[in-house]
């Protein structure tokens, strides 16, 4: 492998690479290879943005036939014809059955965008600037979006201090989800808190990056019914969550709450193109026009794979309940990995197709990652020290390589633990 161009040329800035330090060239479905033609099963899957796998034929065949017949590929936020096709789509086979009515936003095509735009529109409607964010967030890495994230590494790079935010207990974070709940209560109704009065909050369900931490519908249903006695939105970061990464489009769907903003990027394109949408209230929608621009709001060719992906998987009840028969199956295999290490050091996180396995050491996670990529397995880390191994498989994955992936997870596990107790 030749990767001297990378090291000196690309910035120090770039990361994933350094954990799976390979030169890919083709993908296909559950696979990557690279360019000596060696297969990697791909448990990371874009960190969720290719939850319909690599290259998805039913998805391309539709991008490649616009392709030919000369489709519009940029036009601004102008009116096209894919873009109507996918909002009737997205209304018809997402919103409605869901009994849901939201305008639809398009803001620039990455995730950080969304929360952006989400962001602005809580302070537009509140006349307020604090926004509630929770410990262990991540909404991305635009300023706005980087006052809502905690890794502190993230946070310095920032370079001036980032406002307007304040962080509250995610929820089970002090113990019982209630106590979470009854400080946020107390903080924010208590004048003499000194909390600036909320414009908003803006919360992850299953916390992507933070650990895979997962809030309840007790818990949820508490910070939806504050946000309302308090008459300020509730926005649902569903950026790696969302398009069926826990088991069902949106992650709140089985949780007893309707956010007023949802935030959606990633597999949104179903395809890995870039891509995002905020999903806000009708009353919210205060917006003067081009009050929040962007060059690229509305990739017409994400339009196309995005109508793809909903026709194709979203239509019935087929997908989503494949979904429940894999999440079933992870669980039970992680579960059962518990077993390899020693009695309450390894915990299963999660819900969904977002799971894994919380193992207390980020050394030992990034080890067990590393190992499984020389097995052929590409599997990330996450959590505050890295300390979780988080399986996102594509959604689309055959019971075949599902089962050989966990095997090799398994192989790596039983690896690495034997090394560490050798070296001791
Ligand atoms: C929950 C969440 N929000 C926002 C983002 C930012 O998305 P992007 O990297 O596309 O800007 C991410 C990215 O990982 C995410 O996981």
Known sequence: MNDSTFAEYESNVRSYCRSFPAVFRKA?????????GNPYLDFLSGASSLNYGHNNGLIRQEITAYLQEEGIVHSLDMYTAAKRSFIEDFVTHILKPRG?????????PAGTNAVEAAMK???K?????????????????SLGALSATTDPVKRSAAGISLPGVTFMPYCGSLGSPDTTLEYMEKTLTNRGSGVEPPAGFLVELVQGEGGLNTATSEWLQGLASLARRLEVPLIVDDIQAGCGRTGTFFSFEEMGITPDIVCLAKSLSGYGLPMALVLLKRELDVWQPG??????RGNNL?????SAAIRNYWRDRRFQESLAVKSAYIRQTLQDLCTLFPEGEAVVKGRGLMLGLDVKHGLLAETISRQAFTNGLIIETCGRSDQVVKL???????????????????????QVLEDTLLSV
């Open 392 to 414: 996102l498989p594509p959604l689309t994955i055959s019971d075949e390589n599902l089962k050989a992936g966990l095997g090799i997870l398994r192989r790596s596990m039983e």
């Open 125 to 141: 409607v509140t006349g307020r600037t604090n926004i509630i964010a929770f410990t262990n967030a991540f909404h991305g890495m």
């Open 291 to 296: 009050e929040h621009n962007g060059t690229f």
């Open 302 to 306: 994400g339009f196309v794979g995005a």
């Open 121 to 123: 529109l809580a302070r």
């Open 100 to 108: 849901l009515d939201y305008k639809l936003q398009f803001p620039g």
């Open 28 to 36: 296909s479905g559950d696979l990557i290879y690279d360019e000596a």
